[in-house]
C-alpha cells in the first residue's frame, strides 16, 4: 500500500479495526513515512483520549411539556410547520404568475428589442397592428394591412 | 422484570407509567437527540415528540428488543425525518443558497494558536462531531451510536434494522471516511 491509501485507514489501525495483513502494512510504512506518524500520534490523541463526553439531562418539566402537547398538539417544523406540498403549491404558483406577467409584459407595445429589419413582412404586420392580440383575423384585414404597408414603405 | 412491569403499565394506558418511562430514558433520548442535531432547542422538541410518538404505538413494541433500542429507534427516525424535512424547507425558502450545511467542519484556526487545541479536548471532539455528522447518513449514525452511547454492534443493528455486518460495514467506511476529513486539519497542527 501506498502512502495515500494507507494515511485513510490511520483511524481504523488505532482503532483495531484493520485486518492482520493491512495492519501489519501500516506497520511497515509508518518508519518510513514523518506525515503519517505525525498524523496517527495526534490521531490517538483525538480519538481514544475521548474526553469525558457530557451527557445531557433531560429537560426540565419533560413530562408536563409532553402532556401538554398531546392535549394540544400545535403545529412546528418538527410536525411540519408550513407543509412541503403546499409549500410546493406556493412555490409552482409563483412561478406561473411570474411567467405570465413576463408573457404579458413581452407583449406590450414597446416592449420589442427585434429591430423592424430583422422581420419577416408577416411577422412585421402582425406586430405592427398588434393582430396577434386579436383573433380570429379575416383575410380581408389580412390585404388591408399588406396594402397600407406597402404605401407606407414607399 | 422491572422493564416487563412497566412495559405491562404502559400497554395497558397507566398513566404514571408514562411518567416513569420518561423518567427512566428522558436523558438517553435527548442525548441521542442531541448528538444527532447538534441543536438543544429542537433536541427537546424532538425529545418530545419521540415519545408522544412512542405512547401512541407502544402497542406495536416488540417485547424481543430492550426498551431503550426501541426508543433509540424512534429517536434517530425522528431526527432523520426531522434533518430532511428542515433540508427541503431550507430549499425552499432559498435559505439553501446563503446557509451552510451545520454538518461541516469549521475553518481551521490560525496556526499561532495551534499548541492549545490538542491540549483543549473539548474544541477536538466538537470537530470530530461535526466530522461525524457531515458522514453519509448511514455511517453518522452508526458511528454516533458507537461512540457516543457507546452501544454494542448488536443493539446498533437492532436500531438501525439491519444485519451486524451491515453495522460493521457502515462503522468501517465511517472511520476511514472520518480520517479523510480530519486528516486535513491535522495538516494544519
Ligand atoms: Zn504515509
Not at chain 1, 81 to 109: C, E
Not at chain 2, 40 to 45: G, L, M
Amino acid at each position: 500500500m501506498t502512502h495515500s491509501n494507507i494515511k485513510n485507514k490511520l483511524l481504523l489501525y488505532i482503532d483495531g479495526s484493520l485486518n492482520q495483513t493491512d495492519a501489519s502494512e501500516v506497520e511497515r510504512h509508518l518508519p518510513q513515512c514523518p506525515r503519517c506518524k505525525k498524523h496517527i500520534a495526534m490521531l490517538s490523541e483525538i480519538w481514544k483520549n475521548k474526553p469525558a463526553i457530557d451527557k445531557f439531562t433531560a429537560p426540565p418539566f419533560l413530562w408536563t411539556r409532553i402532556e401538554a402537547k398531546m392535549s394540544n398538539p400545535v403545529q412546528n417544523l418538527s410536525s411540519g410547520g408550513l407543509s412541503y406540498s403546499l409549500r410546493i403549491t406556493t412555490a409552482v404558483f409563483i412561478l406561473l404568475i411570474a411567467f405570465f406577467i413576463g408573457n404579458y409584459l413581452g407583449k406590450l407595445p414597446g416592449s420589442e428589442t427585434k429591430s423592424p429589419a430583422n422581420f419577416s413582412s408577416a411577422e412585421y404586420i402582425t406586430r405592427s397592428y398588434h393582430f396577434d392580440t386579436f383573433q380570429p383575423i379575416s383575410e380581408e384585414s389580412i390585404g388591408q394591412a399588406i396594402i397600407l404597408t406597402s404605401y407606407q414603405n414607399k | 422484570m422491572k422493564e416487563q412491569e412497566l412495559l405491562r403499565k404502559l400497554i395497558s394506558g397507566n398513566q404514571s407509567a408514562f411518567k416513569e418511562l420518561i423518567d427512566e430514558y428522558g436523558s438517553m433520548v435527548f442525548n441521542v437527540c442531541c448528538r444527532m442535531l447538534g441543536n438543544r432547542h429542537e433536541s427537546e422538541d424532538i425529545t418530545q415528540d419521540v415519545f408522544i410518538n412512542a405512547f401512541k404505538s407502544i402497542k406495536k413494541f416488540r417485547s424481543d428488543s430492550k426498551l431503550s433500542t426501541w426508543l433509540y429507534r424512534i429517536a434517530v427516525n425522528h431526527c432523520l425525518n426531522y434533518q430532511s424535512k428542515k433540508k427541503r424547507n431550507r430549499w425552499l425558502s432559498f435559505e439553501f443558497f446563503s446557509a451552510t450545511e451545520s454538518g461541516n467542519i469549521p475553518e481551521p484556526v490560525s496556526n499561532e494558536n495551534l499548541p492549545d487545541i490538542l491540549i483543549e479536548k473539548k474544541e477536538t471532539e466538537i470537530i470530530i462531531q461535526k466530522a461525524i455528522n457531515s458522514l453519509p447518513e448511514q455511517q453518522r449514525v452508526a458511528l454516533l451510536l458507537h461512540r457516543y452511547e457507546e452501544l454494542s454492534y448488536e443493539e446498533i443493528a437492532k436500531v438501525m434494522e439491519c444485519s451486524v455486518s451491515a453495522v460493521e460495514s457502515r462503522i468501517f467506511r465511517g472511520k476511514q471516511n472520518l480520517c479523510k476529513k480530519l486528516l486535513p486539519y491535522l495538516n494544519q497542527l
